[in-house]
């Protein structure tokens, strides 16, 4: 295998894991936004308080792992 070929094959093994990651986040904001509705309808939040309450729940269980 030549220097440019690793290079390439490099770059394409980045380029999968990056669009990996991207689809990742993309699944995390959007169950964000579901739990955000959620909160606001359920609970009766407005959307900054909605925001402020998720925070909080996210902030302690990562405290907790």
Do not use: C, H, P, W
Request: proline residues 0%.
């Amino acid at each position: 295998m030549t220097e440019k070929e690793r290079e390439a094959l490099n770059q394409a093994v980045k380029n999968e894991f990056l669009d990996q990651d991207e689809a990742e986040m993309r699944r995390g904001y959007r169950e964000f936004a579901r739990q955000l509705r959620l909160a606001q309808e359920e609970m009766g939040l407005t959307r900054y308080e909605a925001i402020i309450f998720l925070s909080t729940l996210i902030g302690n269980s990562m405290n907790k792992q």
